[in-house]
DNA sequence: CCTGCAAATGTTATAATGTTTCAAACTTTG
DNA sequence: CAAAGTTTGAAACATTATAACATTTGCAGG
């Protein structure tokens, strides 16, 4: 058992969704929403996947399984995730990735392995201040944040210079 | 005149667009690049506007000035000046906007207006060093960073609070 | 000059991503 | 049950971006 579930490093995958998906059947529970079969599919789709995944990458494993839908089901129940705070969009992507830090509805920061496409988030307080305090000097009332760091994860770093 | 020209007080825009215009001629004769008239067409139009463009709004004020253009035409003279460093792509609005530290290839902190659409490009280096530092400390060999702010802009702050 | 190469542009079609609209089904609640 | 609100289905459409191939332009060398 790795010492923290980083995405780099090996783990049970299939136990990672599990948890996942319970925290948000709580989330929506506590908050009386309804965390739909649609809903909860597509958040078990794009938590199985180990990089983000389109609307319409989602949209192809659904017609798979049998269930036709169309782009606004997926759109609608993205959009639900999205609103609490179950999944986050990588703008420079256009593709959706499960929160791992799930509850309440933030931006974190993504560091996005260019090689493997696989995706860190991580909660950086330095960064938010810096950005904060950036805004407050030029009067900038910030609501908002993407930050998205495309790069070379540990792993295809290693793979391709040496060390 | 402003103390400095940030683009939420009033300037002459037209002397930034021939200041920029006069930067880019100079930066792409310097390392032998060809600013084509449609490349500095293109340029020109995105300077001229005080909100980000879409491809296909340049496309359409091409087309209103009798260059009948096609999408790939537009792209193309995008990814050059995008190359060239002389625009930015704003990944969460799909659109660009003129670079105002044109010359080397870098990426800014933007701050977008979700009222009136201006955006204003800092470049702070604190939050460089934390996302450098927060990468490093997970082994993330970070090359791109998008980073995005969606607020309110002190102007349109003044207008819809009151302070 | 002209010839041939590379870079840039034109042109057509198509792919990928996202939204609008309206109808039908389901859920909750009085 | 009935009404109201929410969720889903379905068709069409809008927007953003790229592929593929033909044509033109700029320029170096014969």
């Known amino acids: 058992m790795p010492e ?3 995405p780099y490093r090996p783990h049970n995958h299939e136990a990672c969704v599990s948890q996942a998906l319970a925290d948000a059947r709580a989330i929506c529970r506590q908050q009386n929403a309804r965390l739909t079969p649609i809903r909860e599919r597509v958040l078990e789709l794009i938590w199985q996947s180990h ?3 389109g609307a319409y990458d989602i949209l192809a494993m659904l017609s798979t399984e049998g269930h036709n839908a169309a782009p606004p089901t997926v759109y ?15 703008a420079s992507l256009n593709a959706f990735t ?3 830090h799930a509850g309440e509805h933030h931006r974190g920061t993504f560091l996005i392995c260019r090689q493997c496409g696989n995706v860190l988030e991580l909660d950086v307080p330095d960064v938010s201040r810096a950005v904060e305090a950036a805004a ?3 009067a900038f009332q910030p609501e908002e944040v993407t930050l998205e760091v495309a790069g070379l994860c540990p792993r ?7 060390a």
Chains 1, 2 share one sequence.
């Open 4 to 6: 923290r579930a980083l």
């Open 51 to 53: 990089k983000p995944l």
């Open 76 to 90: 609608r129940a993205l959009d639900f995730l999205l609103q609490y705070g179950l999944v986050h969009r990588i």
């Open 98 to 100: 499960g929160c791992t």
């Open 136 to 138: 407050a000097e030029v």
């Open 156 to 162: 295809c770093r290693g793979e391709s210079g040496h």
